[in-house]
T-cell receptor
Framework: NAGVMQNPRHLVRRRGQEARLRCSPM?????VYWYRQLPEEGLKFMVY????????ESGMPKERFSAEFPKEGPSILRIQQVVRGDSAAYFC??????????????FGQGTRLTVV | KQEVTQIPAALSVPEGENLVLNCSFT??????LQWFRQDPGKGLTSLLL?????REQTSGRLNASLDKSSGRSTLYIAASQPGDSATYLCAVIPFNDYKLSFGAGTTVTVRA
């Protein structure tokens, strides 16, 4: 089991460009969560998705950010018109049942986005 | 809203000393608590998961306790080694939710 795979590991974008972050959950997992870690801060929840459905996007900024988890392929976190404040580490986690209540949350290695 | 606090923010100990890391949370209605390790520039590695009905979990040199009523968990690492140097994160899942609420972490340095 390859674990949760995120790519790219590092991403540099100029202000105003788009950033696309990809996450492939562990085999057999159909629930994906995205978290953001700002420098010197803890991880903050952004969005929870199941296949083809957004379950909870309460932690995601209302503008410029979107997420999807299609029937086939990885989950995508998309940031349009990036600004310097978007520079952070973005982590994806997956689980095999609804929520991560009774099972361990498995995280990917993260994508470190730098906006220049 | 669940708030998770980890004290101290940083800790430096000589090799061989036992480590005690503290985590507190404001709402005792939780499903479980999980301890993670994060190495610089890396992802999160799950260390221990404690269900709300449990008092502690052990794995090798690691032992985590949970006192739900007082909103506290402690991670003990016995006989620390330089390889234990990392940031340790505590996270809880509230009873009526499914997403993890994280503390800011404790950065540990074990000196050889």
């Amino acid at each position: 089991n390859a674990g949760v795979m995120q790519n790219p590991r590092h991403l540099v974008r100029r202000r105003g460009q788009e950033a696309r972050l990809r996450c492939s959950p562990m085999k057999g997992h159909s629930h994906v969560y995205w978290y953001r870690q700002l420098p010197e801060e803890g991880l903050k929840f952004m969005v929870y998705l199941q296949k083809e459905n957004i379950i909870d996007e309460s932690g995601m900024p209302k503008e410029r950010f979107s997420a999807e988890f299609p029937k086939e392929g990885p989950s995508i976190l998309r940031i349009q018109q990036v600004v310097r404040g978007d520079s952070a580490a973005y982590f994806c986690a997956s689980s095999e049942i609804q929520g991560t209540r009774n099972t361990e949350a498995f995280f990917g290695q993260g994508t470190r986005l730098t906006v220049v | 809203k669940q708030e998770v606090t980890q004290i101290p923010a940083a800790l430096s100990v000589p090799e061989g000393e036992n480590l005690v890391l503290n985590c507190s949370f404001t709402d005792s209605a939780i499903y479980n608590l999980q301890w993670f390790r994060q190495d610089p520039g890396k992802g999160l590695t799950s260390l221990l998961l404690i269900q709300s009905s449990q008092r502690e979990q052990t794995s090798g040199r690691l032992n985590a306790s949970l006192d739900k009523s007082s909103g506290r968990s402690t991670l003990y690492i016995a006989a620390s080694q330089p390889g234990d140097s990392a940031t340790y994160l505590c996270a809880v899942i509230p009873f009526n939710d499914y997403k993890l609420s994280f503390g800011a972490g404790t950065t540990v340095t074990v000196r050889a």
